[in-house]
């Protein structure tokens, strides 16, 4: 009788029962307590970049004069200019020489439309006009991504994602938990969504261009005729349509998607891209954003699938390298190369030559560059994966590691 209290004294008193290990404890730690303070690390994080990025956009279009007048070449250089108006690529656009713009007439009805475009009641105007059409478009991505995700992608992903998964460092195959799958699955969904719509938009899109009267080349097309540049159908259908993709993409980055590692540079990503979008549709330059979606959708199309197919287990690894090296060549060549020396100085130098000012330019071209230093630092993140799978034989996603 007397051994059975001090069985019970001695049960009562074991750490094995402190609160701070009780398991509904840390059911409530795990689902309520740590995911506030690690979102409210996240969210000041990015509060603190995005700050500095605003600022640094705003000290750059300060100390880089604005195109308040018609930009003129020298008389000595106007003649050995003129015979770039008709090449193509040149390297000399890297040392700051750039095309002429060709001189167009300028009626009192481009005037209007330019004032117009520089008001406020311009805004009021246009956001009445396709307001409308694009929350409609934004919930049909939703919808289409759900559906999409629920009939299809989902089944796909539980019938073909293996149940265990090789180690690359012993060559064991390792049994998969329950949770450890449903993550693969969920991954699975993600990239292939995105590689899904994206493969459909670079299609749509160079549908556009092939229907646009003007061509690529030379650059100086681009603002020939501003502001009664014509908008056709399907130009203002795939402006939309990126305008809200991407705000899907912002909303559930912040409110459906797991954390990742590179949220902040997704956030920024998104919503640097959000406002060229707006702006330059706004502005009525949407052949500068129909040429910077084509580029960016070109890389993306390769880098889901190749994400995809690397969740599918050995059996797709040749189709994950192939469109894992597709991507990098694409990658280099419209984003670090294209863009930068043809695209962001014609956004600038050649727009400036026109008589009309091009509302918000200064911005534009302050928010291409923030962009184009995400893609050096992901361009940076790439290399890093090629360096690990020509050592290791392993290319994960580095930014989908658990924080």
Known sequence: ESSTPSVRLRFSDSRTRTPSSHPSFRRRYATMIRPLVCGARCRSRAVCLLGLVVVCTLVLCAVVPQPTAAFELRPEQEEREASWLEGRFDWRRVTGRVLKLPAYEITDAHRERAEEINSWAGVEAELRLNGPSFAALLGAVFAFRLLVTKFWIRPTARKLIPESKRRKSTGRKVELTVKQRQKEIYRFECSMWEAIFYTLSFCYGMVVLAHEEWTVWPTTNIWMGWPHQPMSGLLWSYYMMGLAFYSQALL????????????????????????????????????????????????????????????????????????????????????????????????????????????????????LCVLQCLHIFWFYLVLKAVNRFVTLGDADDTREKDD
């Not at 580029?295 to 050995?314: E, I, R, T």
Request: charged share 15%; proline share 6%.
């Open 252 to 367: 559930s980055l912040l409110f459906l998607d797991p954390p990742r590692s590179d949220f902040v540079e997704y956030l920024i990503h998104h919503l640097v891209t959000i406002f060229l979008i707006g702006t330059s549709f706004y502005a009525r330059i949407p052949r500068t954003g129909l040429l910077i979606l084509l580029l960016h959708d070109a890389g993306d199309v390769f880098l889901n699938y190749a994400k995809a197919s690397k969740y599918l287990g050995p059996k797709w690894e040749h189709f994950t390298t192939f469109s894992f090296i597709s991507f990098i060549v694409t990658f280099f060549g419209t984003r670090l190369v294209f863009l930068p020396i043809t695209i962001i100085p014609s956004c600038y130098w050649e727009a400036m030559q026109m008589e009309l000012i091009v509302p918000l330019l200064g911005y534009m071209v302050g928010a």
